[in-house]
């Protein structure tokens, strides 16, 4: 289905590359094209970049014809070895590896709309809202400066980590101190 996405490389963490899908405008509508940057779900420990990517496929063509670039990219997945932060490090470093090609590809950092589902969704919301320069990545990639945030799209992530009637609705307790370095709150 997208036989002209380009496979690149992005980051490279304790040995592990860490890949994204580039898939160009169709349709050339900008000098340079704004972005598109799907985030995948699956329980911050599952999943993978092309699983969204073919979730939102009607909406990535679309948006592609109508000048958009579109970036599926894979993370570091939740693990006793990789924390939250990790994560949205490697979030924010996809977003500086947009700066950086910017010429290359010909894209818009300032135009970037974050896009999810599930745990995606709610990586997707915190991308577009929480402040780079808390989450230092890659020395090769571009600075925090220099992209901005258009919008972000949340497909049924989470946005509430509280206990709701004295249960956590969003995932598995044993996930908490990997996502929140915090113990599970019991009432």
Same mark, same amino acid.
């Given at each position: ?7 690149? @490389? ?28 799907? @985030? ?46 990790? @994560? ?100």
């Amino acid at each position: 289905m997208w036989e002209d996405a380009l496979t690149e @490389i992005y980051s490279i963490k304790n040995g592990v590359s860490l890949e994204l899908l580039y898939l160009p405008p169709t349709r050339l509508l900008y000098d340079h094209a704004p972005v598109l940057l799907s @985030i995948h779900g699956g329980g911050w420990e599952g999943g993978k970049k092309i699983d969204e990517l073919n979730g939102i496929a009607q909406a990535a063509t679309i948006l592609r014809q109508n000048g958009f670039a579109v970036i599926a990219a894979d993370y570091r997945l939740l693990s006793a070895d990789v924390r939250f932060d990790d @994560i949205m490090q490697d979030c924010f470093d996809v977003c500086r590896w947009i700066v950086k090609n910017k010429e290359r590809h010909q894209l818009d950092p300032c135009r970037i709309v974050t896009c999810g589902g599930s745990a995606g969704g709610h990586l997707a919301l915190l991308t577009a809202m929480l402040n780079p320069a808390d989450y230092p990545g890659d020395p090769t990639l571009a600075s925090g400066e220099g992209f901005r945030f258009a919008g972000m799209i949340n497909l049924y992530g989470p946005t509430e980590c509280r206990p709701i009637n004295g249960r956590y609705i969003f995932c598995d307790q044993n996930k908490y101190p990997y996502l929140f370095d915090a113990e599970f709150e019991k009432e």
